[in-house]
T-cell receptor, first 114, second 116 residues
Framework: KAGVTQTPRYLIKTRGQQVTLSCSPI?????VSWYQQTPGQGLQFLFE???????NKGNFPGRFSGRQFSNSRSEMNVSTLELGDSALYLC?????????????FGPGTRLTVL | AQSVTQLGSHVSVSEGALVLLRCNYS??????LFWYVQYPNQGLQLLLK??????LVKGINGFEAEFKKSETSFHLTKPSAHMSDAAEYFC??????????????FGKGTKLSVKP
């Protein structure tokens, strides 16, 4: 079974630009969650999508948004990039049925904002 | 709100020695607890999780953790460290009681070094 894939793996942008990251979950998984990882703040939850609906959201500004498609693939978008948005963005997928379901993480997208 | 505290941002052990990584949580309801490992330039891999039932949880690669409600702890142990265990380890708690399943709250992580 293929794992969670994220594209692109590396991205360099400049301040003020916008960026879109993609995540393909494990086949059959309907939940996709996004996390931001930085040296200072650690791992922080961004949002979760289940069956094309945002089910939960963390404490991030409105510049961070996401969506999920009918095939469960998910994208997150960051508009008006700031230097502080430089981070590793991880997505995780699970069946989404039970709170105890294991979340499987992708390798991440490393975003650098110059 | 739930939170997770990992004591020690860096832990160094000798190969063959006991590994002990500490994790304490705060929660007003029975928590779901997880340990993940992250190797350089990779995502997170689940080592083990506690949901309900047996408080001693066995995971992959010889790791285990014990849920102690009275101490609000979920420390990770491995009897004998191997060089391949060098990585960063994250303890996490799930707000599954009221929120959605996808919201994991992570500790700051502990980097484990293994000396030959």
């Amino acid at each position: 079974k293929a794992g969670v894939t994220q594209t692109p793996r590396y991205l360099i942008k400049t301040r003020g630009q916008q960026v879109t990251l993609s995540c393909s979950p494990i086949s059959g998984h309907r939940s996709v969650s996004w996390y931001q990882q930085t040296p200072g703040q650690g791992l922080q939850f961004l949002f979760e999508y289940f069956s094309e609906t945002q089910r939960n959201k963390g404490n991030f500004p409105g510049r961070f948004s996401g969506r999920q498609f009918s095939n469960s693939r998910s994208e997150m978008n960051v508009s008006t990039l700031e230097l502080g948005d430089s981070a590793l963005y991880l997505c995780a997928s699970s069946s989404g049925q039970l709170f105890t379901d294991t979340q499987y993480f992708g390798p991440g997208t490393r975003l650098t904002v110059l | 709100a739930q939170s997770v505290t990992q004591l020690g941002s860096h832990v160094s052990v000798s190969e063959g020695a006991l590994v002990l990584l500490r994790c304490n949580y705060s929660s007003s309801v029975p928590p779901y607890l997880f340990w993940y490992v992250q190797y350089p330039n990779q995502g997170l891999q689940l080592l083990l999780k506690y949901t309900t039932g047996a408080t001693l949880v066995k995971g992959i690669n010889g790791f285990e953790a014990e849920f102690k409600k009275s101490e609000t702890s979920f420390h990770l142990t491995k009897p004998s460290a191997h060089m391949s265990d060098a990585a960063e380890y994250f303890c996490a708690v799930s707000e599954g009681h009221g929120g959605s399943q996808g919201n994991l709250i992570f500790g700051k992580g502990t980097k484990l070094s293994v000396k030959p």
